[in-house]
């Protein structure tokens, strides 16, 4: 062989050693091909159960999964149906890939039977229902028009084994299927998309329980709220309870010393009521008398100037007197606790005739008063257990309060478009019934707020008032009815006095304080 | 003002969005709102009409080429998936972009050359730098379309030609060109640019012949019968495993054929590259982009990692040498399909790519295509390639 021969076969060997190793460089290539895309699959998959983690936000997830289904597993369409609880089919919960608005409209709409034939061996324990290209069942292909899919897959996904309540479609049109991960019988996709189903599926569970959890800390928290609320109530009635008794006691001591002095005064002011009277028509008789006496003209008119200013101061004691026994009067109605009949009432009538009452007694007593009268009954109001002329009196009191308030607001400060206005209202409670009598007159200012409660208190001027009003409805409403009375005002705008009876009478409560 | 680029990449499945965030984000990259050009590359898993029309609408209706690939480049990002588009807009009172485009390359190549020419005849100055072309990586005769062109121009100096060929994913069925708002296959979308600016490129293949040298003893035009008195697809069987060549699209991307470089451009490489597009089983043959001689020499060849690299950095070093201090106004980037994910994993090619910008310039606004078939002159005439990657900078 020469030298050149034994070249050309030396050349030969090494170049198909070459071929050799080229093929099998291609082969360890496609290997590791093979396993970078298993390793990023696993990666992607770990990443997307990261970002699982940081929702619990039910849309999310299942948009999140979808999105793995287009961006990593390269699908072209993914669908995840919901069976609601109760409904015989599956309907649309998210979808990715559809990009045509009309069709993506009439998919959305889907409602996939559970009875379809097509998940039937889903019901028997299949993992998986698949449809290739060259399919030919009619269940299946029958899917394809429905869901948009040519080639797809169906996983179930949560609820029981053989009773999924969510499935995973995963798969692609024939048009861009060249584009995507092929739907084959087996291999990595499935598995894939397998592994996407159950992180899911934990993800969805870890969801529904945090979910569980949050409604559970809500509720406590409402209820931790709702106790805080009742018992901040229940201090402040007790506040006022305890404010009501103070005053109560006050007022009892004070009721009873004044009922002591009434009772010793009122013997004296009938000799002096009677006495005057007496006096009086003694001026007249005198004068009788001394008609045929001789006197000379200016004797007579002197006598007769002194029978007129006896008789005038006489008139006047007489006057003073019976203002003096009313105010004596009323001072005993502190006493007179709990008299007279308690009978059932219908409230929003005896509201009524009382603010009657009280506008034809103040237009008797004083120049002709203008006002608005309102009445804002509540149909529901009902019928009351109570002392009616007590209440009557009450409502009386509050009633020419308010009218007193709102006339002298009037006359006062004389604002253009003021117009002086009344209102009664009632309202049920339940077992108990509320009665506010509101004014827009000027209001009360905080220290006559504090002290108008008291016996004798009073902003009239001398003569006008004398005090008793609040402290009798007090005394009625509080001690005779076990009621509450309250008050709410705001300078300059209004006054509303509120009285809450209890429908029925408080036992024993009537002879407590005899 | 001079000249605001931008490149912008989505990844969105709808191609309405994703032609929109694309487009967007290239304006953005400029600052500006209206350009006066734009680029389009894309891949070919969307629906190509929904996504050039979302690119029109947000770029304004400004015109418009580019090309499909086997994935695209935007900046640092390279993407081989079958859903990706790279937007460049450009607004520039120095350069001038006018795009013209033809179709039935497969029927005549030449033909469709002549086309271009006479649509951008009238706009070729003194100015003029080049022409960026896009054809159909599955049809393109590249040698024909350019005597086309530059019969009907006429011209008394040399124009370069850059670009590449436009590709699909592998499947070699169908690629897509864009002039506007038409799609074609089939066609060619070319670029004339002129202006005040000049031009920095490299050309560089990775291939190593495999075996000795070998001949071409039966062929036609650019279609191959016969090796070695061999049928052809014989031939190849030698170097491909078992019935690997019945996956074509896998051969012809580990297995190429190598010519020897003309005398004239022995400075660049021994060897011109040319893949396969297409086999006909029926009949015995392959086809490669450009026409050929009985008796030509040929080596079987295949792709090299470190020569791919190393070529690569020497494309960095010969456009950054052409630059001096200049900073490039924007960088195109033909690169072969073969070139990316099938021999690269991600990491490799990041890499790759990152040198070669921090080389030529970090931020300058860069645009990728993964094409069948690569263009770009050398030594002073324009060469069609395969598994090569052409750089093309505007400075
Ligand atoms: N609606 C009201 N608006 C403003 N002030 C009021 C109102 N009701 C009561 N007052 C204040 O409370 C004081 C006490 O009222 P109370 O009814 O006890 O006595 P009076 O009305 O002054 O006298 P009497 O009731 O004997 O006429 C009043 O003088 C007045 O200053
Ligand atoms: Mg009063």
């Not at chain 1, 406590?220 to 201090?235: D, N, P, Q, Y």
Request: with cysteine.
């Amino acid at each position: 062989m020469s030298e050149i021969d034994r070249l050309r076969v030396e050349n030969q060997r090494l170049s198909d050693e070459v071929k050799r190793l080229v093929t099998t460089e291609v082969q360890l290539y496609e290997v590791q091909e093979h396993l970078d895309g298993q390793m990023s699959a696993y990666r992607h998959l770990y990443e997307l159960g990261k970002k699982f983690n940081t929702t619990v936000d039910l849309t999310t997830i299942l948009q999140l999964a979808a999105k793995f289904v287009l961006y990593e597993l390269n699908f072209e369409r993914c669908l995840f149906l919901l069976k609601q609880s109760g409904a015989n089919s599956f309907s649309i919960e998210t979808m990715d890939g559809y990009y045509n608005d009309a069709e993506s409209t009439v998919i959305a709409r889907l409602a996939l039977p559970t009875a379809s034939l097509a998940l039937a061996p889903l019901y028997a324990g299949v993992e998986r229902v698949l449809c290739l290209p060259d399919c030919r069942r009619s269940e299946l292909t029958s899917l394809r028009r429905l869901i948009g899919m040519d080639e797809y897959v169906v996983l179930p996904l949560g609820g029981e084994p053989k009773n999924p309540i969510r499935l995973l479609v995963a798969g692609n049109t024939a048009g861009q299927a060249p584009y995507q991960r092929r739907v084959v019988q087996e291999g990595e996709a499935l598995l894939g998309l397998a592994n996407l189903a159950s992180q899911t599926s934990t993800a969805i569970n870890n969801a529904n329980f945090y979910q569980a959890l949050e409604w559970e800390r809500q509720s406590l928290e409402e209820k931790v709220r709702e106790r805080t609320r009742e018992l901040s109530r229940s201090l402040e009635e007790l506040r006022a309870a305890q404010d009501r008794l103070i005053q109560t006691e006050k007022l009892a001591s004070l009721g009873q010393l004044t009922a002591g002095i009434a009772h010793e005064i009122k013997n004296p002011l009938n000799f002096i009521n009677n006495f005057s009277a007496l006096s009086a028509e003694l001026v007249d008789e005198l004068g009788e008398v001394l008609k045929p006496a001789p006197l000379n003209d200016l004797m007579r008119q002197e006598t007769d100037e002194i029978a007129k200013l006896l008789k005038g101061n006489l008139e006047k004691v007489v006057q003073h007197g019976k203002r003096a026994d009313s105010i004596v009067r009323n001072m005993l109605m502190h006493s007179r606790d709990g008299s007279g009949d308690r009978r059932t009432v219908d409230i929003n009538t005896l509201v009524g005739e009382s603010l009657k009452l009280a506008y034809h007694g103040a237009r008797a007593e004083k120049r002709v008063i203008q006002i608005r009268l309102e009445q804002d009954f509540d149909p529901a109001a009902g019928e009351a257990e109570l002392l009616p002329q007590e209440i009557t009196r009450v409502l009386l009191n509050l009633i020419s309060n308010g009218f007193y308030a709102a006339m002298k607001r009037k006359a006062e400060d004389d604002l253009e478009g003021y117009e002086p206005a009344l209102t009664a209202a009632t309202r049920n409670l339940g077992d108990r019934v509320e009665i506010r009598i509101r004014d827009n007159g000027a209001g009360i200012p905080s220290e006559v707020r504090e002290k108008m409660f008291n016996p004798f208190f009073t902003t009239k001027p001398p003569g006008e008032g004398t005090g008793l009003g609040l402290s009798l409805s007090f005394d009625i409403v509080v001690k005779q009815h076990a009621g509450l009375i309250e008050v709410d005002t705001q300078p300059g705008k209004f006054t509303e006095f509120r009285v809450i009876l209890p429908r029925s009478a408080p036992a024993g409560k009537a002879e407590a304080h005899t | 003002m001079g000249t605001n680029a931008g490149v912008g990449m989505s990844h969105h499945r709808n191609p309405k969005v994703a032609g929109r965030e694309a487009a967007e984000r290239a304006l953005a990259a400029a600052g500006i709102d209206r350009p006066d050009f734009v680029f389009m590359f894309a891949s070919v898993g969307y629906e190509q009409r929904a996504l050039l029309d979302a690119v029109r609408v947000a770029t304004g209706g400004a015109p418009l080429a580019g090309g499909s690939g086997g994935g695209v480049i935007a900046g640092l990002e390279a993407d081989e998936s079958n859903f990706s588009v790279a937007v460049m807009t450009i607004s520039s009172d120095e350069l001038n972009f006018k795009n013209a485009m033809a179709s039935g390359l497969k029927a005549n190549s030449e033909a469709a050359g002549r086309t271009i020419a006479q649509s951008l005849a009238c706009e070729v100055q003194p100015d003029t730098l080049g022409l960026i072309m896009l054809g159909d990586g599955l049809t393109l005769n590249f040698d024909r379309f350019a005597a086309g062109l530059k019969s009907e121009l006429q011209l008394d100096r040399h124009l370069p030609l850059f670009g590449g060929t436009s590709a699909d994913n592998m499947e070699f069925k169908q690629t897509y060109q864009y002039c506007d708002d038409q799609i074609t296959s089939d066609g060619v979308a070319c670029v004339l640019l002129s202006g005040s600016a000049r031009l920095a490129w490299s050309v560089n293949h990775g291939c190593l012949p495999i075996g000795g040298e070998r001949k071409v003893t039966r062929c036609s035009g650019n279609v191959i019968y016969e090796i070695d008195g061999m049928p052809v697809l014989d031939v190849l069987k030698e170097y491909l495993v078992g019935d690997e060549i019945d996956n074509w699209s896998k051969a012809v991307l580990s297995l190429c054929m190598a010519f020897k470089a003309p005398e004239q451009i022995k400075g660049y490489d021994d060897y011109l590259i040319r893949f396969m597009p297409t086999k006909d089983d029926k009949a015995g043959s392959i086809t490669i982009p450009t026409e050929v001689e009985e008796g030509t020499s040929i080596w079987m060849s295949r792709r090299d990692h470190e020569k791919i690299s190393a070529g690569v950095e020497r494309i960095g070093e010969e456009i950054k040498s052409t630059l001096g201090n200049n900073a490039p106004k924007m960088v195109f980037q033909f690169d072969c399909i073969g070139r990316g994910k099938a021999v690269f994993r991600d990491q490799q090619k990041s890499q790759i790519l990152e040198k070669l910008q921090q080389k030529i310039g970090p931020t300058v606004p860069w645009i990728g295509l993964y094409t069948y078939g690569e263009i770009g002159p050398i030594g002073g005439r324009d060469y069609f390639h395969n598994y090569t990657a052409v750089v093309l900078a505007v400075y």
